[in-house]
């Protein structure tokens, strides 16, 4: 999102996954489809090109007492029309990222799982979908998918993490906030379970995130749309299709600090962005965390270096061209950036409140 991030090769098997997720759907909502038609044997015609043996697992694999084929038989079970509903919402919202395509036709718009579908249907449609992601991709199970790169190995969130991080070796940082990423964490950049569960495996709803941009109090299950509007993503940025690198600046702004751009446009998305997973305030810890920081370092500028202001400025400016080599590889860099550019203006409030401080120092020495 702050930075360009690039999908691996292995993007095809999660791809492999949607398509398989799509066969499955589309043959349950045939019309002349029923519960007892749904059998092991039956699934397994549907794609005669995966193992047998990992269909047979695949079709008993359980969740919450559920089996695979149990949620497949409950598909089968709806009407015709509520099996044209899901194919047309299904369809739909796999057209989601046409949407972020600048001068192209907008698709139909994207919407998150209706709840006044009739006899559980919204369940059914989530139960579904529920298990392509965890336990079979998540927690190991995995894909039974022939590629090289893979050597034999089932497809899992692993692989692809690994594969992930590889691709985009030249970030080591959440690239929502900057910030560190222990703890970091697969996420969903549109929330599964509630609102898109078709979207579970889709690669272009998977992100590897920082554990305090996925928390309940900031990203967590809220939505990076305008559900209410016709076009629901054209103010919003998305970590692949819409980043906003090379598209702001920040800036502190009273108790927040704020990406900006000059374009309204952009900057409602960055706003936006900002909103959802309360940069704004995040950020501004930080910048006093790097004021604390800055003011050891004048001390020791002070006290032990013995330096003037003029030196000082040079020691800030040293430090500030390291931080530069190190954007997008530490933690923060941006925020340290821009609180070492307000320290370097001699218009800013930082700049007189350090040099204060500067000179606090050297009396105390005296």
Known sequence: MLY??????STQYLEWIVQF???LLHALCNPTVNAPTVTVDWVKQQRQDIDDGWMNRFCRWKKDGKSMLERMKAIARLSQA???AIIIHYKNNLRYIEAFIDGQTPPPKTTPLPHDWVNDTASIYRNFFEMFYNPIFYNKKGYPIQADDLDGQLFTKDNYLKAYRNTNSNIDVCLLCDGGMDGCELDHWLPKTNYFPELNCHPQNLIEICKNCNSVTTKGEHLAMDEDEDQPFAKWLHPHLRSAEGNFR???QDF??????DDEIIQQKLDNFGKLIKLGSRWFREWKTQEKIVKKHIRRYVNQEHLDDVHIRTKIEDLKRNIETEIGLEPHSLVKICFLDSVLDENSSEFEELSTYAQDCRAEVR
């Open 21 to 23: 997720q799509s066969d």
């Open 4 to 9: 360009q991030i690039n999908l691996p090769n």
């Open 250 to 252: 920040l800036e502190k």
């Open 82 to 84: 509520n099996k044209l």
């Open 256 to 261: 927040t600090v704020r990406l900006v751009s």
